[in-house]
């Protein structure tokens, strides 16, 4: 298998796909962190400037009107667009980002009426910067338990807010230690004696001097793994009073005779309203891994292509890039990013523009794409900083950084195991109601004979591995619950490598699908760059589940053994053509920032070594800032 040269309008195109939407919006996003010296890295710096680093970078991109909270109402798709952009130069203020415009701002619009929307203009200039009191400690993701209680006085017409215990803190609460005046609190609410269920309730945290509210304490969390330019924080309530407007109340009212009334009508559907916007939040947080992802790989390519050593002559006169070893590790995941930046494209598409019916699908997209996508970033940042040797083991090659954040983006709104129970739970119970179709295979009694060499073939691969383990997991079930366990023994004690191992299978064909939907989409030299992408993305996850085909007779031996010959000729039928689709990222090489990367400032690798420079790349690090408004 050979690729020929490609125009540079095949390489414009693939970008153009990749990036989706909000081209223009991405480019001047970019070009702000290119230029302005706030967004360039700095390392050895004090916990209170890394703070004040990630806020002020967020006060940029918030001057500049990339995003708005009214983007919910007339853009959705860009929100996920400047997330992405914030998550290639720093996770801190991608973190930030995500909490007050999706979060704070997305719940308060959301689910707030029109006496709410005073907030809003606020929100997008950061003069009212929020948080999103949901988590507690003793109860994540059972948040549904939390113990935080809003009880309504009718005579003050008040709601009383209290965290009655240890385990009812509010917890790892973004922005809240040290920015945030307002916090969207989710309690169980309480009128007249009687739980409603949990609500969301907009508190006042901090007074406009900063001081912490009456009845609030406010704790600071410290220092974490990565991403220590977001003030984590925790959060108590002791009689905290805010009046009955506070509620936000498109779906749950107190009328001005004190009267509840509700259209969602059980205390489950009410959480699961008020915290709706977790969904969106996990495509934020997919969005901006994506962005830390393409971040690495665009490192990681630039100096494989300049770091040269030994050569057939024994010279230092071969870039790293041409070796078998570097193509194996890096290319893999080039394919596995661009299958997965068309998934999330297609997952945000379905989530912005769904039909009423819509919503099982798009909550198990939702929860099925984040953790394909930070997984991802995580192997990739960690394979990258190793190919890169000692040189990715320094901060100011960014790795680290990336590595951390990627932690974050699977730990953050919602577990990703936790996330691939749901999916799987919930694809199980819409197969059996009819709810949902999957694909069928006509054929699939010759899958022994398919060439795994056809994408196609390969699609069919995915669909029946995914019905297989659905049908192990149904009959599996079935059995053990017949024979006296309870759903809750077989769920959780006994059946979780099928659960997790479905859902996984679910979103992969999904990302497959969607990837073959596309290139029949594109022509010419793009259409064969994304069709020996997807064969690759296709192949590895074949490879990875090899043992499981092969028992189960989908691949024949003789197919099993032509998998790693195969794999290895499409990866050096790309590897000519690495850095340019790499470019098509759409990373601009300007916020890669790493000396690795041979980019601004330092320009190269070698450069940057020849001063004594303690591994930072400005002599000053308080470059850039402005006065705090704090």
Same mark, same amino acid.
Not at 330 to 355: D, E, F, H, M
Not at 450 to 460: A, E, T, Y
Not at 585 to 595: I, N, Q, S, T
Not at 609 to 627: I, M, P, Q, Y
């Given at each position: ?13 693939? *970008?153009?796909?990749?990036?989706f ?86 719940? !308060? ?13 606020g ?8 948080c ?6 003793? #109860? ?30 509010? #917890?790892?609460i ?6 945030a ?23 006042? %945290? /901090? ?5 912490? *509210? ?18 984590? =924080? ?16 498109r779906? *749950? ?5 004190n009267?509840?009334?509700? *259209?969602?009508?059980? /205390?489950? =559907? ?20 994506? $962005? ?18 030994v $050569? ?46 819509? =919503? ?18 995580? /192997? ?11 040189? $990715? ?9 990336? %590595? ?10 919602g577990?990703?195991?936790? &996330?691939?129970?749901? !999916? ?16 069928v %295979? ?47 023994? !077989? ?15 679910? $979103? ?24 020996? &992408?997807?064969?690759?993305?296709a ?5 990875? #589940?090899?043992?499981? #085909? ?5 691949v ?14 499409v990866?050096?039928? &790309? ?15 300007? !916020? ?9 400032p ?7 070594n ?21």
């Amino acid at each position: 298998m050979s690729l020929n040269p490609f125009s540079d309008e095949a390489f414009a195109s693939l *970008s153009h796909l990749l990036a989706f939407d909000n081209h223009a919006t991405r480019k001047a996003c970019l070009d702000l962190m290119a230029t302005d010296p706030i967004f360039i890295p700095r390392y050895n710096i004090p916990l209170e400037l890394e703070r004040e680093l990630a806020l002020q970078r967020l006060q940029r991109i918030a001057d500049c009107g990339f995003l708005s909270v009214f983007d919910f109402e007339k853009n959705p798709l860009n929100v996920f667009a400047v997330h992405e952009m914030a998550g290639m130069v720093d996770g801190s203020t991608a973190t930030k980002m995500t909490v007050q415009w999706n979060l704070f701002g997305g719940t !308060v619009i959301k689910l707030g009426t029109e006496r709410h929307r005073y907030l809003l203009p606020g929100i997008d200039t950061l003069e009212n910067i929020g948080c999103f009191a949901l988590t507690e400690l003793g #109860y994540g993701n059972n948040a549904i338990e939390m113990e935080t209680t809003a009880v309504f006085d009718e005579k003050t017409r008040q709601f009383v807010i209290n965290t009655p215990s240890i385990l009812s803190q509010k #917890y790892w609460i973004t922005n809240s230690a040290v920015h945030a005046k307002w916090a969207v609190v989710f309690a169980q609410t309480y009128v007249h004696g009687i739980n409603e269920g949990i609500h969301a309730i907009i508190v006042r %945290i /901090r007074e406009d001097n900063m001081a912490p *509210s009456k009845g609030v304490t406010i704790e600071d969390m410290g220092i974490k793994q990565e991403c220590n330019g977001v003030d984590n =924080g925790k959060l108590w309530f002791k009689d905290v009073r805010v009046p009955v407007e506070n509620l936000l109340n498109r779906y *749950s009212n107190i009328d001005e005779q004190n009267r509840f009334t509700s *259209s969602i009508k059980n /205390r489950r =559907g009410r959480f699961l309203k008020v915290a709706d916007q977790l969904l969106s939040g996990r495509l934020a947080i997919a969005s901006m891994c994506l $962005g830390g992802t393409k971040t690495c790989l665009s490192i990681a390519f630039r100096y494989a292509n300049s770091r040269f050593a030994v $050569g057939a002559t024994g010279k230092s006169d071969t870039p790293i890039l041409a070796y078998q070893l570097q193509q194996r590790a890096l290319l893999p995941l080039l394919a596995n990013t661009v299958a997965l930046n068309i998934g999330l494209n297609y997952c945000k598409s379905r989530w912005a523009n769904q039909a009423p019916n819509d =919503g099982p699908e798009v909550v198990r997209l939702c929860c099925v794409i984040k953790p394909l996508v930070t997984w991802n970033c995580e /192997r990739v940042a960690t394979v990258c900083r190793e190919r890169c040797g000692g040189q $990715g083991y320094l901060s100011v090659n960014r790795f680290a950084s990336f %590595i951390g954040f990627s932690h974050a983006g699977m730990t953050a709104e919602g577990d990703n195991s936790v &996330l691939m129970q749901k !999916v799987a739970k919930e694809l199980l119970a819409d197969v059996k109601t009819g709810a949902v179709q999957l694909p069928v %295979i006509p054929d699939a009694d010759k899958a022994l004979t398919w060439d795994i060499g056809i994408p196609n073939n390969l699609l069919k691969l995915f669909s029946l591995r995914e019905q297989i383990l659905l049908k192990e997991l149904e009959i599996n079930m079935s059995e053990k619950m017949k024979n006296g366990a309870s759903l809750f023994v !077989v769920w959780m004690t006994q059946e979780s490598d099928t659960i997790q191992a479905l859902a996984r299978a679910h $979103g992969e064909r999904i990302v497959l699908e969607q990837v073959l939907i596309r290139i029949d989409q594109l022509k010419g030299g793009a259409k064969i760059l994304l069709q020996t &992408l997807g064969l690759l993305y296709a192949l590895n996850q074949l490879d990875a #589940y090899l043992a499981w #085909y092969l028992t189960n007779h989908l691949v024949s031996i003789e197919s099993a053994s032509r998998l790693q010959p195969l794999i290895r000729e499409v990866v050096a039928s &790309l590897a000519p053509q690495s850095i340019r689709i790499v470019d098509a990222l759409g990373v601009d090489p300007r !916020v890669l920032f790493a000396p690795i990367a041979n980019v601004p400032p330092s320009d190269s690798w070698v450069n940057f070594n020849a001063s004594n420079n303690k591994g930072e790349l400005l002599s000053d690090v308080t470059v850039g800032f402005r006065k705090s408004k704090l």
